[in-house]
């Protein structure tokens, strides 16, 4: 069972920087077939994709952090960051990991972290 533990949100004033872990135990060697991912969820508003970072460690992000966000990830550590800086306030939301499998055996396989809430406002 792969399990995704997040960290490293909080309170942040705008224009502030803040970086968010996520951990995956239970598939260490498997890690690295997976597309990894971070969504956020504001109050009332659809869970929406922010970033994504494949196996092959391609990325792509939504529009509205576009130069301001960077998704990473240290397969080594089963591991995979979101370094979100110049934050505005309409980028608070719970912000969850995403692994889906992409390769071999572990395809079609996805999970979920539990969230970790980002605030931002002065």
């Known amino acids: 069972q792969v399990q995704l533990v997040e960290s490293g949100g909080g309170l942040v004033q705008p224009g502030g920087s803040l970086r968010l872990s996520c951990a995956a135990s239970r598939i260490i060697f498997t890690f690295s077939m997976y597309d990894m991912a971070w969504y956020r969820q504001a109050p009332g508003k659809q869970r929406d994709l922010v970033a994504r970072i494949t196996f092959g460690s391609n990325t792509n992000y939504a529009d509205s952090v576009q130069g301001r966000f960077t998704i990473s990830r240290d397969n080594a550590k089963n591991t995979v960051y979101l370094q979100m800086n110049s934050l505005k306030p309409e980028d608070t939301a719970i912000y969850y990991c995403?692994?889906?499998?992409?390769?071999?055996?572990?395809?079609?396989?996805?999970?979920w972290g539990q969230g970790t809430q980002v605030s931002v406002s002065s």
């Open positions: 995403n692994a889906a499998g992409v390769r071999g055996p572990v395809r079609g396989n996805t999970y």
